[in-house]
């Protein structure tokens, strides 16, 4: 964690778990470092990164904390939670971290890893996660080595990730409004709001204008498998990916199975999903048939995902 620290400070690229998935980072007042990062990710700098910090002061001096985005800090930090937010005036993090905006995205991740990395570099490290742009997140380090491997400094191992799913994304620079569903269930922050998340517009996900989330590119998070959603029957030769202990005919053709969560838990699920895509890739599934998962608490997230996977596939 210490040499993380000193890679941060000499603007290097170092890979380390948060409790939603692996992140790639980098110091966030180092345009070159961000550059760097970019071209390791091969991801389109147009995409603003997420500034993730150790504590709300550091939060405080990057950017403006309305009264909803106070609650939800209050509430859910550390935790898998993003606030985008108004820039603070002499806000550090660099301009090509933010892609020219005068919003910030902001995170302090519980991960204890994270947390202390954060702590012995003492400034914003911008991380999004550690896969290549387009390919799932990385939920281990062995992922992060899969993609990533001589293209970055270092990669901090901390086991497997407990959430599984990228953070939730809300924007506190209007009424609070759900930019990205994700670790932190819709249903706990409405509750702490006392009123609905507003709906971002729709062509905030697509690829035109300026988007509200502009990482929320129709087809993302995708396996090199087709993936086809819903499945309530199996084609032959078509990998399962199971959810709960429900019937599904065809089955005994199923060139694999492999179950989300056999309980039919959502968090385990979620804690099981960007894996278990990975794991049928590598078994060189040809078509991933995904039973249907409800969309209560971490199953907004699921869905979501599986929605980007499936885009332009099926
Ligand atoms: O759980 C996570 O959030 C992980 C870990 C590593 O923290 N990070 C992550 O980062 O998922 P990334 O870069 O894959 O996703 C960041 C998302 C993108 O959809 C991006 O467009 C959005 O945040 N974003 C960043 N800044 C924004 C801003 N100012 N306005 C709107 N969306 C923003
Ligand atoms: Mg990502």
Same mark, same amino acid.
């Given at each position: 964690m210490a040499a993380a620290a000193r890679v941060f400070a000499e603007g290097g690229l170092v890979a380390f778990p948060t409790e939603t998935v692996y992140g790639l980072g980098a110091d966030a007042t180092n345009p070159a470092a961000i550059a760097r990062l970019y071209q390791a990710k091969g991801r389109p700098a147009f995409n603003p990164l997420i500034a993730h910090v150790g504590d709300l002061k550091a939060a405080r001096r990057i950017a403006r904390f309305d009264a909803p985005a106070e609650a939800l800090a209050e509430a859910f930090w550390p935790g898998p939670l993003t606030l985008v937010l108004p820039k603070a005036p002499g806000c550090a993090v660099a301009d090509l971290a933010t892609?020219? %905006? #005068?919003t910030v995205a902001i995170r302090i991740p519980a991960h204890p890893v994270a947390r202390e990395i954060l702590r012995a570099f003492g400034g914003p490290v911008v991380a999004p996660s550690a896969n290549l742009s387009g390919h799932v997140s990385p939920t281990t380090a062995a992922h992060v080595q899969s993609d990533l491997a001589g293209r970055i400094d270092l990669i901090v191992d901390g086991g497997a990730v407990e959430v599984g799913v990228e953070s939730t994304i809300v924007g506190c620079f209007d009424e609070p409004m759900l930019l990205r569903p994700g670790g932190l269930a819709r249903a706990e922050i409405e509750?702490? %709001?006392g009123r609905a998340l507003k709906q971002p517009p729709a062509d905030a996900t697509g690829d035109s204008g300026q988007p509200l989330a502009p990482g929320m590119l129709a087809s993302h998070y995708a396996p090199?498998?087709?993936?086809? %959603?819903?499945?309530t029957s199996l084609k032959a030769g078509e990998a399962l990916l199971a959810f709960g202990l429900g019937a599904i005919s065809g089955i005994d053709g199923a060139s694999t199975v492999m179950n989300l969560s056999e309980r039919g838990d959502v968090d385990e699920a979620a804690a099981n999903l960007f894996g278990y895509l990975r794991a049928l #890739?590598?078994?060189g599934a040809h078509t991933i048939a995904v039973m249907p998962i409800p969309q209560h608490g %971490?199953?907004?997230?699921i869905n979501d995902r599986l929605r980007r996977a499936a885009v332009g596939r099926e």
């Open positions: 892609a020219g %905006l #005068d509750r702490v %709001l090199r498998a087709r993936v086809r %959603l819903n499945a #890739d590598a078994k %971490l199953g907004e997230a």
